[in-house]
């Protein structure tokens, strides 16, 4: 029976995962790429006022939805940066360093379920975390002046973990402690007036 053989590809090369360009950085490497891409390559504001992405700020479908995360430790207060790579309606934040990825986003398109757009999210990290979702194509309110949903602000509290008890066992502990985290996101009512009108 042949050898499989896997091509690698080298440390500064490109590599393709899934369908996504990832540049992997080498340890001490600064990334200048994120400063120096092309300004057709960064989605534009449209004349509604949308998405612009940067280094804090991720710009899905089309620059419809804008994210931003922010991360509090010792009582200070960070804005997230977005890291690479990303989908049409996924992207991926960090916190403390480029390849130490915190958080995973998606907006999704879920008009032909429910009629909303839905937010999942999910944290590698145990620091409070506040994520805002905005959808840019819709206004604060509607001709009526009825509020329109075109906001979502999610709050994910620090995990505060207890010592471990004097009777508790070190597997226990891992398991009933140590191992918990953030809940994982998923609203499928988030975005009630996304999509088209039903006829």
């Not at 939805?65 to 309606?89: G, H, I, L, Q, W």
């Not at 905005?134 to 505060?160: E, H, K």
Request: charged fraction near 25%.
């Amino acid at each position: 029976m042949p050898k499989m053989v896997r091509k690698v590809a080298p440390a500064a090369g490109l590599l393709l995962l899934a369908g996504l360009h990832l540049e992997p950085l080498q340890a001490g490497e600064t990334d200048v790429r994120e400063r120096t891409r092309s300004a057709a390559s960064v989605p534009a504001a449209s004349e509604a006022g949308g998405c612009v992405e940067s280094e804090t700020v991720l710009c899905l479908h089309e620059g419809r939805y804008e994210v931003t995360a922010e991360f509090t430790v010792n009582s200070e207060t960070m804005a997230a940066r977005v890291a690479r790579p990303r989908t049409r309606d996924s992207g991926l934040f960090y916190f403390f360093e480029r390849n130490n990825w915190e958080m995973l986003l998606k907006v999704l398109d879920g008009c032909g379920e429910n009629q909303h757009h839905w937010v999942f999210a999910a944290t590698a990290s145990d620091v409070g975390i506040r994520l805002v979702v905005r959808d840019t194509t819709l206004p604060a309110q509607n001709a009526d002046g009825g509020m329109i949903v075109n906001s979502r602000t999610y709050d994910f509290p620090p995990i505060v973990r207890r010592p471990q008890g004097p009777d508790e066992s070190d597997e226990d502990y891992q398991r009933n402690v140590l191992a918990k985290g953030h809940p994982a996101l998923t609203e499928v009512g988030a975005f009630p007036d996304a999509c088209p009108a039903s006829s």
